[in-house]
């Protein structure tokens, strides 16, 4: 997202009649009375959603972004509930009193769409999961229809895990796992019945969810220390030869190094380190598709005067040494194997 302005997005859910609330990016490319397909493209990327009704007042959305936008709530709306699951990617929420959250893999997220966002994004710039969206007066009554000795008490689940208009966030665990790994995998054939299913499953298990598993130690981070992480990201990646100790990336941007190391954390998910090897390796990877280049000129262009070095920290990440990879990649036999 670098450099381009970020445009507003309202959270799709269940107030997907209500036209008017989108903007010209969001699409919808399939309408039936059970699906709602939309569609978002612009000049960072694209991404859908796909909108399934569970109950009256209940809708299941599969969300597929590779962009570094997001979709949030244009005003406030009142006992409108959204439960996230982030299977990849990440997820940047930005408050308006300029608080910033961070849902990770595996974590899950409940919020109020009556507590505003000012900015979301997908650090990432890719993001995949699911959302259970719940208009409560909607569907309180539907839900009570279908049960007899279950009670499940929505607006009690509200003032549990989102009182004072709080996020509540849970950190990955396997009890999230187990409920939300079924949803990536339902066979078509029942996929309506177990949706109905497991959306039962899931309010049932938040109901008597212990609210000491609150997002703690997971800090919010402000805005302004946030912005000073992206630039530093955007600093550290124009230029993949050059190496930059933290102690010099500190006092370039102004920042205690411990505070710097544990925001970069925060907003990317592994540290500075890491990333940036994650990140050679993955220019490498380009490098090694579509060009004939050696592994040793690939290696320097990277930020590796040793091409052992890389070969192994290219494996670590990759999966495979490069020239392996090269041969599996390869783009109709242009490139030539050749080690110098």
């Not at 960072?44 to 979709?71: A, P, Q, R, W």
């Not at 540290?271 to 050696?294: E, K, P």
């Not at 320097?300 to 070969?311: D, T």
Request: with cysteine.
């Amino acid at each position: 997202m670098d450099g381009l302005k970020r445009k507003k997005v309202f959270a799709i859910s269940i107030l997907s009649k209500e036209k008017d609330l989108y903007d010209t990016d969001v699409k919808i490319i399939l309408e039936t009375e059970e699906c709602t397909v939309y569609k978002i493209e612009n000049d960072e990327g694209e991404g859908s959603m796909t909108s399934y009704k569970v109950f009256d007042g209940i809708e299941l959305l599969y969300n597929d972004f590779h962009m570094g936008e997001c979709f949030h709530n244009k005003r406030a709306c009142f006992d409108i509930m959204e439960i996230n699951h982030c299977r990849q990617g990440r997820f940047e929420c930005e408050f308006d009193n300029g608080a910033c959250v961070y849902l990770e893999e595996g974590d899950l997220a409940v919020n109020m769409l009556s507590h505003r966002t000012k900015n979301s994004c997908f650090p990432l710039e890719h993001y995949h999961g699911v959302s259970v969206v719940i208009d409560i007066p909607k569907a309180d009554a539907s839900i009570s229809s279908v049960l007899g000795d279950i009670s499940i008490d929505l607006y009690g689940l509200r003032d549990k895990l989102c009182a004072d208009n709080q996020c509540f966030i849970m950190r990955a665990k396997d009890s999230i796992e187990h409920i939300f790994s079924e949803l990536y995998t339902v066979p078509d054939q029942i996929k309506y019945g177990y949706f109905k299913l497991k959306v039962l499953e899931l309010l049932l298990f938040l109901s008597v969810a212990d609210i000491s598993d609150r997002l703690n130690e997971r800090s919010y981070f402000h805005k302004s220390q946030v912005e000073i992480i992206k630039d530093i990201k955007q600093h550290i990646t124009k230029d993949v030869e050059r190496h930059y100790t933290l102690k010099e990336l500190s006092e370039h941007f102004g920042i205690p190094l411990t505070a710097m190391k544990l925001c970069f954390k925060g907003v990317y998910g592994t540290s500075i380190y890491s990333f940036m090897r994650a990140y050679r390796m993955q220019a490498a990877a380009v490098l090694l598709r579509q060009s004939s280049d050696s592994v040793t000129d690939i290696a320097s262009r990277v930020g590796y005067a040793n091409s052992s070095k890389f070969a192994f920290a290219f494996k670590q990440v990759m999966g495979m040494p490069p020239l392996e990879y090269r041969k599996s990649n390869r783009l109709n036999g242009a490139v030539c194997d050749r080690l110098e």
